[in-house]
């Protein structure tokens, strides 16, 4: 006779591996549960705007701080390339060289510096208004994505480039994935912040970390080039580049997006340049920009000039202003929600700003007196950049079709034309003229320019109107609903729909006026 452990055994075993697989399976289950709630949590619209409005910052802080990060980092390293060559150049017979050749050779090398610096500017200048209609065309993520490789990419080449030939490469390359990146994050985060007041404020956020990318990149870079080499703060840059990119590509999802199917026809870039408003707002982005695009490249000089700055003075300049840019931030976005009609207002006292502080900036003596007019135009520009950029996204809402992509690829051009004309303009001008007349020069644009922004005095009033949305559709109705609205048009014109009766014809023609300044800036579908 068996044991009686024996008889009990086999029923056992079946069991316990019933049991281990269930609690298996309840485990997996509870996993499952929770990627399904953390997948409910990024499609929650809140914390989706929350997430995307991180990853726009993220990318416009990188862009700002890969444009300025070079700064300290390569006329050094150009330099000691240029020596190398010259020693190896002396090791060879040659013949008799004069001072003037030695002129030439550096200004030359200038020359090469202000190209290399500009070329991003004039490739994303090029390229905006093509990036612009693309945006507009297949929306705001996948372009977003694109310019992120692309910016990665560049930096990864700027961190192992040799030569000038590919540090140049390099840069235009940035330029391209800009032009993408910073009009897409831009237009995304006005599509997604449909109510003024938050637009405003994610705008100002962005611009923050703008601001906080130009002016943290140069220290952030000369420390690492210092200690560490060329390769390591691009490769950091690197790294956060490409985490963007994956963040992207898990939130936004660009590939797998059907949204972009049923997107309205965006207004032709041309047609919104000619519009007055938008003309009035990238005028002055670009004059008051104009200051610190080009005081960047003379301002090191001057001051080893008239000053005798020590290197960390000159690499310390502007790192203060960045704490009134910030505060110009969060002032404007603070007024712009308590007062909205007000917006062209804190524009221009942000250009007359920019006007009195440039022209103060040669009166100053030393590093701590040159500091104050330095914030006062970082002060100016936030108070122009956070009140105009939600502005085109209002005027595109009221006068066009609400699709964002060429808008801020206007804008986006307003800054290219400032920074590209800087890097190579601003020397020529200082050796022609002299420092003292750029500065007064720029300021007094500033101060003419403000008075222009009288013109935005009454868009804050501005609804879809009848006679907007017929100058919309200057080239004829393009869509039904457009057709439609034409036709009903023209028969109230002929006195052909003024019969009353009990279906309520009459009610309905009365009501097509008042329906069309409520919501006339109707959507136009391809």
Not at 133 to 152: A, E, H, K, Q, S
Not at 172 to 196: K, N, P
Request: aromatic share 10%; with cysteine.
């Amino acid at each position: 006779m068996e044991p009686e452990g024996t008889t009990t055994e086999g029923p056992q075993a079946p069991s316990n591996l019933v049991q281990s697989a269930a609690s298996k399976l309840s485990q997996m289950g509870e996993r499952t549960k929770q990627l399904a709630m953390g997948n409910v949590v990024v499609q929650d619209p809140e914390r989706q705007k929350r997430i995307i409005l991180v990853i726009v910052c993220v990318a416009l802080l990188l862009d700002n701080m890969l444009y300025m990060v070079i700064v300290p980092i390569v006329p050094d390293y150009l330099e000691g390339l240029q020596k190398s060559a010259d020693r190896a150049e002396a090791a060879l017979p040659h013949l008799n060289t004069t001072n003037s050749t030695h002129i030439s050779a550096k200004a030359n090398f200038d020359l090469q510096i202000g190209v290399l610096f500009a070329s991003k500017a004039i490739v994303q200048l090029c390229v905006n208004p093509l990036s612009g209609t693309f945006i507009d065309r297949v929306g705001y993520d996948i372009p977003l994505f694109i310019g992120l490789n692309v910016m990665f990419l560049s930096t990864m080449v700027f961190a192992f480039a040799d030569t000038y030939a590919t540090l140049f490469l390099a840069r235009s390359v940035q330029g391209l994935g800009s032009a993408f990146a910073d009009t897409a994050g831009l237009a995304l985060i006005a599509d997604r912040y449909q109510e003024e007041k938050e637009r405003s404020k994610a705008l100002g956020i962005a611009l923050a970390f703008i601001s906080f990318g130009s002016l943290v990149a140069p220290p952030f870079g000369g420390i690492l080039y210092e200690f560490a080499g060329k390769r390591v703060p691009f490769l950091i840059l690197a790294a956060v580049c490409f985490t963007d990119a994956v963040l992207c590509l898990t939130v936004l999802k660009p590939f797998s997006n059907n949204e972009r199917e049923n997107m309205p026809v965006g207004t032709p870039i041309y047609k919104l340049m000619i519009d007055p408003y938008i003309a009035v707002v990238a005028g002055a982005l670009i004059i008051c920009n104009i200051p610190l695009a080009f005081l960047e490249p003379t301002i090191a000089n001057w001051m080893e000039d008239t000053m005798h700055a020590s290197q960390w003075e000159i690499g310390m300049t502007w790192f203060p202003a960045f704490f009134p840019h910030v505060l110009g931030v969060f002032l404007t976005v603070k007024l712009a929600a308590k007062y909205p009609h007000l917006q062209w207002f804190y524009g221009a006292i942000g250009m007359v700003i920019i006007g009195a502080s440039s022209c103060t900036v040669p009166a100053c003596k030393n590093f701590g007196e040159l500091m104050i007019p330095l914030c006062g135009i970082c002060f100016g520009i936030a108070l122009v950049d956070t009140a105009l950029l939600p502005t085109l996204g209002f005027l595109v809402d009221v006068r066009h079709v609400s699709v964002y992509g060429s808008v801020y690829a206007i804008a986006d051009i307003s800054y290219c034309i400032a920074y590209a004309m800087g890097p190579i303009a601003a020397g020529q001008i200082v050796h022609d003229l002299g420092f003292v007349q750029l500065n007064l020069g720029m300021g007094l644009a500033n101060v003419l320019y403000a008075p222009a922004l009288l013109l935005l005095k009454n868009v804050s009033q501005m609804k879809p109107s009848y006679s907007e949305r017929n100058m919309l559709l200057d080239d004829g109705p393009t869509g039904l609903y457009d057709t439609i609205k034409m036709e009903q048009r023209e028969k109230k014109k002929k006195g052909l729909c003024t019969t009353v009766d009990e279906n309520g014809v009459d009610t309905f023609a009365h009501r097509s006026y008042s329906e069309e300044e409520s919501s006339g800036g109707e959507l136009e579908y391809a």
